[in-house]
């Protein structure tokens, strides 16, 4: 069956980002039982491995602007996610709950060799990232968090319905639209933001979600990097409440960054809080 239109200008805007990462890069489709999970590889074989989950709609490639730094001292591994959309193809077990998830990165990890590896996730993928820690602390090094959702505190209620109109009536124009208000200022880069319309309205996109994990019970050392112009929480608010929970964290906020902008815009100043927690 021919490729629709839609999946035509996904491919196309989807090759046009993956083309922004060193030409060094490799993609792998590592096997899982629920099915082939595309990685963008990045970095030196003998590097310390870093394992990157992007927010919903952001695909793997949306780390571009990091790769070359992270890449420099980390094996960069960033993941298209199972279920959104991207390369990363459900087949096999059915994906029906955040348990599967779970047992999806079990298996990925696997498939890549790593027996423990850092860990950072961004929005959606940071409450993923944050389940996958308190299931399997003994496989994560170090647990990085930016602007994350549904961890620490639920979505604003402005944010969701702002959020309303795209859900119960996907379009490009209204992806669109709710990413310019959201990173008003910013200015993310427009292939991306192309890419992010399309990924947002493709057929078949099923985003599991869940409760919020049990963050307090993390045991891992953790950098919670937040955006100071977030629209989905309240940044300060956040902050505060994670220095209570976790007083051994690392807090961070990131002037003038909002919560879909990251991680594209500001790099460095991402990159080098990232490395610097790294070690």
Known sequence: ???????????????????????????????????????????????????????????????????????????????????????????????????????????LLDGLGLTRTHLCGHSYGAWLATRYALHAPERVDRLALLDPTQVFAGFRPGYLLRALPLLIRPSEARARAFLARETAGTHPDETWQRLYALAATAPGRKLVTGGRPRAADLRVPLLVLLAERSRTHRA?????????????????????????????????RLDARLLAFLG
């Open 236 to 268: 300060a608010e956040v902050a505060e409440r994670v220095r209570r929970t976790l007083p051994e964290a690392e807090v961070v906020l990131l002037p003038g960054a909002t919560h879909h902008s990251l991680p594209l815009t500001a790099p460095e």
């Open 1 to 107: 069956m021919p490729p629709s239109a839609h999946e035509r200008a996904f491919g196309l805007a989807y090759d046009e980002l993956r083309a922004r990462w060193p030409r060094s890069t490799e993609e792998r489709d590592v096997e899982t039982p629920y099915g082939p999970t595309r990685v963008h590889v990045h970095g030196p074989a003998d590097g310390p491995p870093l394992v990157l989950l992007p927010g919903g709609s952001a695909t793997g490639l949306v780390w571009f602007a990091n790769a070359p730094a992270l890449g420099a001292r980390y094996r960069v591994h960033a993941v298209d996610l199972l279920g959104d959309a991207g390369r990363t193809e459900r087949r096999g077990r059915p994906l029906r709950n955040a348990d599967d998830l779970t047992a999806w990165l079990d298996a």
